[in-house]
């Protein structure tokens, strides 16, 4: 037998490349054949041993590929003729797509069969360990004999709290584990013997449930929920039902979906419960059953010459649970068919919509297509001209339009044939330098059994003339008509239309920086006073003018329809001036002195001034605003003041001024700024504000207010007026203090003024919120006294303690004073405390106390009388499950409940004051 050695070598680049390729150059011999690649390894070594090639792959960390897989070992055999590795010693396989990592001794991998064996196995992932004698993988399934298996393996304690060990073991990944002949072990010890015993690996929506009720109207109650697969792409869940008083008792559903079950399928997702129908209102028995169905499938089917594969879906729905059967919807099953297909010259599709059941009562506004056929040809193009149409035809039933008699006599939905063309037309070109012609027509044409038919027709042309670069004018002529009646309610036309505008356009740059526009529309159609204004425009941008200005007047009338304009003068760059440097002279050019220019002769570069106005016809002249703003040398301030007359109101009707000023000295550590904003309105009188003052960015000193200064004679106040100071809102520590509330300024006083303050306090595992509310003597308001306080507190210590709650207090008072009563009323909503239990960083136990009450005073005596009741809970978490006990010592209520990781909380058992229940028995 003869044998070539390659030199042991370091891992390298090189290296690793001549492995890969010898290894692939097999592992591509068969079509079905996975991925082989060398990560790392010291030696490769091939042989021939009777008639099979071997390929010996050594090193102190052997690293393999197997598609996504990963395999580690210190020898690796891969015998080429029978494509399989065999790990031989110690070995480590993880699969990507579960995430099982595999331990064990000579792992046996085939790579066709996608199969692995082993003795001595260790099989874990993120929930589950598992250990065999004897293990086999093939896809979708993994066998053991004398398995042991835990969900307690990732804790790290030794022993493990509870574990199983079984005689044979079949997982399928994701979904259960089948134990046969099994011991339940509690910290290694046998106490169960079980002959077969099932555990869900799936997700928490296919986890088995059962919940056991009572009911007035229906007796006892079982609702089941059985998870199951079928292969490795179906998945399931079976639903029973149970009702003591219903008749029939027993309800049976399903719940599933696949992933590519049949050639050509997709995907198919069902849901389908037939359940026993509720009893009537006065009690008695209601036989049958409601049905409930959901069914939908989608997939792909390869056609000749097809550009992409034929896409269809499917789709049955029908829902009955829950509704009456007087519904309009009960009992009715609705089908949603389509196909898809592309070919290189059309698209086509196939869709068919219906409803069976009883007939509908209500209108359909989702039209049923029974069936419909859609061909959409490519868009053709020739040069500058482009067509793209679309065709369809079917049976349709929707509502009637009730704009159509004949439509409206069939009742209120109507079933007809309907054909429907579309296309569009398109055509540019350039019949001479500077010109642009663009052309267009569309049409949808809708022709129906009934003999109706609805036609939205478009003619379009525009010849658009480019002078220079900044000139145009254009000539545009459109023909529009939609006219008709259909006899569908979802396809109607709204209103007939029949016009031939033909329009002008002008846009042209006189002067630089001036843009003047001109535009005019009129339609064949239309009589003079329905004509479009024409519409001028003019926009000056020239430092320091900046104008908008649009008029549009009416020629048939001579009537001015409308004219606005916004006016702004500034230039803050006009301060500046721009030096140019001189140039000497050169062979060619004399020279040039230096020169200084500046962007505009504004003398004001700190000043902005601005005005807006206009006119409208029917209401007149639009309010005239006229403002100024000056900023300082930093940009940042400013300060604007603003004037407007509506023309109504003499002489003006609003004055306002909005300032902000920050200081220019000592920026860095004492940064001041003032911001504010007063507006005064004449009719009625009125002033409205708010001022404020911010130190370093963090506090703050404030006051708003909103009066009226001449309030009706009945009114209590004037409106509000608000002091307050604190730190500015968002920092992890903030606090404010405000006073105010309604004002009366001819009294000269607060009428119910309050004191609020607030304090929020962050910490790391702390936080801290309290809100204050003092009532203060004023006016109308006799006492001063607490209204309110609101508290809630969060601290944690480290992860062995931690304090929480919420206490509310609150008096309001009823009545006139001095006989008005007071009602104090005290909420803990709750306040509760826990405490680590147990060594380690990660503690075992939870223990917890809590409060949750309300108490209530009505002129100081109190009203309920219900004793303090707090609450106790104890949890247990050791990591793969936990235990919750809770005692409620008010009520007398003791509960216990155990979990698994992924499940939610079992009760166990519910001992109260009428008696000790357990949640399994009826």
């Not at 033909?502 to 339609?523: A, E, H, M, N």
């Not at 004037?643 to 109504?648: E, L, P, Q, T």
Request: aromatic residues 8%; proline residues 6%; charged residues 20%.
């Amino acid at each position: 037998m003869k044998g070539c050695t390659a030199p042991k070598r370091r891992a390298g680049f090189l290296r690793g490349a001549l492995l890969t390729l010898g290894l692939l150059a097999g592992a591509m011999g068969a079509a079905e054949a996975r991925t082989v690649r060398i990560i790392s390894a010291d030696t490769l070594e091939l042989r021939q041993v009777d008639g099979q090639e071997l390929v010996i792959i050594t090193g102190e960390s052997v690293e393999l590929r197997v598609d996504d897989d990963v395999v580690r070992a210190r020898r690796v055999e891969f015998n080429r003729t029978r494509r399989t590795l065999t790990l031989v010693g110690a070995a480590r396989y993880t699969t990507a797509k579960d995430g099982q990592d595999l331990r064990g001794e000579n792992l046996v991998v085939d790579l066709g069969e996608e199969q692995i064996t082993g003795e001595d196995v260790l099989i874990s992932d993120d929930e589950l360990e598992i250990r065999g004698t004897e293990v086999e993988r093939i896809p979708g399934q993994l066998r053991a004999s004398g398995g042991y298996f835990t969900t307690c393996a990732r804790c790290g304690r030794t022993p493990n709290d509870f574990a199983f060990r079984a005689e044979r073991l079949i997982v399928y990944p994701g979904d259960r584990l089948i134990a046969y002949r099994a011991q339940l072990l509690l910290v290694d010890v046998p106490v169960l013997f079980l002959p077969v015993l099932v555990l869900p690996l799936n997700e928490r929506d296919r986890q088995p449930r059962l919940e056991i009720g009572r009911d007035a109207r229906d007796g006892t109650t079982v609702e089941a929920d059985l998870p199951f697969s079928i292969g490795s792409n179906t998945l399931g869940t079976t639903l029973l039902r149970y009702y003591q008083n219903r008749s029939p008792s027993l309800g049976v559903g399903v719940a599933l979906r696949s992933y590519a079950p049949l050639p050509y399928v997709d995907r198919i997702n069902l849901y389908t419960l037939a359940n026993p129908k509720p009893l009537t209102a006065d009690g008695k028995v209601n036989p049958g059953y409601d049905l409930d169905i959901d069914f939908s499938a989608s997939g792909r089917i390869p056609l000749t010459e097809a550009v992409r594969d034929l896409d269809y879906r499917v789709s049955v729905t029908r829902r009955d649970i829950g509704r009456k059967e007087g519904d309009g919807t009960y009992g009715v099953t609705n089908v949603n068919f389509g196909a898809k297909v592309e070919y290189p010259r059309f698209t086509a599709e196939f869709n068919y919509v219906d409803r069976f059941g009883p007939e509908a009562t209500t209108p359909i506004t989702t039209p049923l297509k029974e069936p419909e056929v859609i061909i959409d040809p490519k868009v053709y193009t020739n040069g500058n001209f482009s067509l793209d149409t679309r065709v369809s035809a079917g049976q349709y039933t929707a509502q009637s339009n009730p704009l159509s008699r004949s439509a409206s006599a069939q009742g209120i939905n109507i079933t007809t044939t309907r054909l429907e063309e579309q296309h569009d037309l398109s055509y540019s070109a350039q019949p001479w330098p500077g010109a642009d012609l663009r052309l267009r027509n569309t049409f949808t044409g809708r022709y129906y059994g009934t003999g109706a038919r609805t036609v939205d027709l478009l003619v379009s042309g525009e010849l658009t003339q480019r002078f220079n670069v900044d000139n145009t004018v254009t000539f545009g002529a459109r023909y529009l008509r939609t006219e008709g009646t259909s006899p569908f309610a979802f396809d109607a036309v709204n209103r007939r239309v029949l016009s031939a505008p033909v329009s002008i356009t002008l846009s042209t740059v006189p002067v630089r920086d001036v843009r003047f526009g001109i535009s005019y529309t009129r339609d064949l159609f239309l009589g003079p006073q329905e004509q479009q204004p024409l519409g001028v425009t003019l926009s000056v941008n020239r430092l320091p003018l900046r104008l908008d200005a649009s008029l549009r007047h009416s020629i048939d009338t001579g009537e001015l329809q409308d004219f606005t304009y916004n006016v702004t003068l500034s230039d803050p760059d006009s301060g500046t001036p721009k030096v140019t440097p001189a140039q000497p002279a050169t062979e060619t050019q004399p020279a040039k002195p230096a020169t200084v220019t500046r962007s505009s002769p504004w003398p004001f570069p700190n000043l902005s001034l601005n005005a807006t106005g206009g006119y409208r016809k029917g209401t007149g002249l639009i309010p005239f605003r006229v403002g100024a703003t000056v900023t300082g040398d930093l940009r940042t301030n400013t300060f604007t003041v603003y004037a407007i007359h509506d023309f109504k109101t003499e002489p003006v009707s609003e004055l306002g001024v909005t300032y902000s000023l920050s200081t220019t000295r000592d920026v860095v550590l004492n940064p001041v700024t003032v911001a504010g904003r007063e507006t005064f309105y004449l009719e009625p009188a009125r002033m409205s504000g708010e001022h404020s003052v911010t130190w370093r960015g963090q506090y703050r000193a404030f006051t708003a207010h909103d009066l009226l200064l001449e309030p009706p004679a009945t009114a209590t106040s004037s409106g509000t007026v608000t002091f307050g100071v604190g730190t500015v809102q968002g920092s992890a520590n903030n606090w404010n203090l405000l006073y105010g509330g309604p004002y009366d300024l001819r009294r000269g006083g607060w009428t119910a003024p309050t004191l609020t303050g607030t304090v929020s306090v962050t910490r790391p595992g702390q936080r801290l919120g309290l809100v204050a509310v003092i009532n203060v003597a004023g006016l109308d308001q006799k006492r001063t006294e607490l209204a309110r306080v609101d508290a809630d507190a969060n601290w944690q210590f480290g992860s062995r303690a931690a304090i929480s709650g919420r206490v509310l207090y609150s008096r309001t008072r009823s009545g006139t004073f001095p006989n008005d009563v007071a009602t104090d009323t005290l909420t803990v909503a709750p306040v509760r405390a826990t405490v680590a239990i147990g060594n380690g960083e990660k503690p075992g136990a939870y223990l917890t106390a809590s409060l949750r009450q309300t108490f209530t005073w009505v002129d100081g005596v109190r009203q309920n009388y219900t004793p303090i009741s707090p609450v106790i809970g104890l949890t247990i978490d050791r990591c793969c499950w936990a235990l919750q006990a809770e005692a409620d010592l008010g009520l007398g209520r003791y509960r216990v409940a155990v979990g698994l990781p992924g499940q939610s909380f079992y009760p166990l058992f519910d001992l109260t004051k009428e008696g000790f229940d357990i949640p399994l028995l009826p």
